[in-house]
Structures are given as C-alpha cells and as structure tokens.
C-alpha cells in the first residue's frame, strides 16, 4: 500500500490528502495545531458529498476515502511515508525549516515534493541531504477537479525521482507538465502579472472589479475573471508570489499594485476573509 503525507491542511493540502486518499493511498494530513486538522477533514467530507451528488463516485466510496485519512500534529508522522508533499505557507524560510524537519524524519527512499507555486525547488532541496529526491509537485485550485500538475526539477533532480512523480500524477488522474524551475514556474509567472494588471486597472479607477472580470469572461472566455480568481487564490497568497517574481526575476513589470497590498494589509484576503475584490458570504 503506497503511503503519502502531506504537510498543511489549508486549502491546497487538504485538497491533496483528499486526492491521494480517493485514489488509494494511505494518507497522514500534518499541521501544527488540531484546529486546522478538523478543518481540513470537514473540507474534505464536504467535497466528497458533493461529487456524490454530482454522480461522481458513491457514499461508500466516500466513506472509504475517508477511512484512508489520517491526521497527525507531528513531523514524526512522515516515517512510514513513500511520498511526501509540502503544502505550507508560501513563505521561503517557513518552506526551508520543514525541510530541513522532514529530511530527518521521512524514510531514506522517500521523495519529498512542495507544492510551492513560486519558490525555488533548487533552494528548497538544498536544505536537504537528499536533493536527488526533491521535486516541486504544484497542483491546482481545487484539487480534486483541476487536471494540471505542474511537476518542477531543481539543479538536482534525479530522472527517477522526477519519472516516479509523474508516474504518480498521472495515476492520480492528473495530467503532468514538466517546466524547469524558475521564479513562478510557468503558471503563475503568465498569471499573476495578468491579476496584477487587473488591480492596477482597480487602483486607476479605469474599471470596477466586476467591469474587468466581465471582460474577461465575455471577451476572452476565461471561466472565472482575474480579480474573482484572485479572491479564491488568496490576495495574501497573490502578493507572496508577485514579491518573488519581482525580487528574484528583477523586473519592474512584476512590481506588486499598491491596491493589493493596502487591501492585505487591511485583512481583504479574498474567500477565505468573506472579502477582497468581491464579498463572500460563505
């Protein structure tokens, strides 16, 4: 029985857990605290009920999804692991400490996979003895119905490691897409200048935010517009990447709105806060 861990029950985590455990593995969701655990377990009980509803799988298989997951408030808990994937906060030196942590605690054999959607694999792997097993893994928003992995090498990479994680994704359901690591990968160094441009059409009052996501959807048949995106996103999460874009790549163009930091700043993170650019009720 293949076993994975994945570490962070936020959203993307427990997103993970939930996909893993749907497709068989045995699956231990860590965090810090109990709190966001039981979180996380109520996220996932609710997304099930929901494909069941649409059709998409049985009460017992379900159920059985369920059963396959696990919850732990220790690292300790990655030892039996075949896989493991980090999904913390994007923060690089929150990344680098876990790390550091789960090279010592998981199996020699074991890949260790971030789920970082800007940071640099080569950095992360190089808190590590073991950087021939680490490779960024990045899903996306929602999990379980979103297809793209996007599978990330560092400078060290092995061909096995990086062959196993697509043989894993696509396993998963998912479809697999090897880009190299650089600032932003290719998803969000493409995205987050467009949500970027977006606010500063907000800030410079050319449109509200209901205006851009209107020409978004209607123009250009973007499923969802770049402001409501970022509000599922996270605007938190947002400026967290357009800093490392900026920081890392050196170009002014991915300098951050000011709008977007007075709006993190006063707490407008988007869904998770009920407010950002739109207002959530839920």
């Not at 996909?19 to 966001?36: I, M, S």
């Amino acid at each position: 029985m293949a076993r994975v861990a994945v570490v962070g029950a936020g959203t993307m985590g427990s997103g993970i857990a939930h996909v893993f455990a749907q497709h068989g593995w045995e699956t231990t969701l860590v965090d810090v605290a109990p709190d966001p655990l039981a979180r996380a377990l109520k996220t996932i009980a609710a997304s099930i009920e929901r494909l069941v509803k649409k059709g998409a799988g049985s009460t017992e298989q379900g159920a059985a999804t369920l059963a396959r997951i696990g919850t732990s408030t220790s690292l300790d808990s990655v030892k039996d692991a075949d896989l493991v994937i980090e999904a913390a906060i994007e923060n690089p030196e929150i990344k680098f400490a876990l790390f550091r942590e789960l090279d010592r605690a998981a199996p020699a054999g074991a890949i260790l996979a971030t789920n970082t959607s800007s940071i640099s694999i080569t950095a992360i792997a190089a808190q590590t003895k073991r950087p021939a097993q680490v490779i960024g893994m990045h899903f996306m928003n929602p999990v379980p119905l979103m297809p793209l992995v996007e599978v990330i090498r560092g400078l060290a990479t092995s061909d096995e490691t990086a062959r196993r994680t697509v043989e894993i994704a696509t396993a998963l359901g998912k479809t697999p897409v090897e880009v190299r690591d650089s600032p932003g990968f290719v998803s969000n160094r493409v995205l987050l200048p467009m949500i970027n441009e977006a606010i500063f059409c907000v800030m410079e009052g050319v449109a509200t935010p209901e205006a851009v996501d209107a020409v978004m959807k209607l123009g250009m048949s973007h499923p969802i517009g770049p402001l409501a995106l970022a509000d599922l996103i996270g605007l938190d999460v947002c400026l967290a990447i357009l800093e490392v874009l900026h920081r890392d790549l050196g170009d002014d163009k991915y300098r951050p709105a000011p709008l977007l930091r007075q709006m993190v700043a006063a707490g407008r993170l988007g869904r998770k806060s009920g407010r950002g650019f739109h207002a959530y009720r839920d």
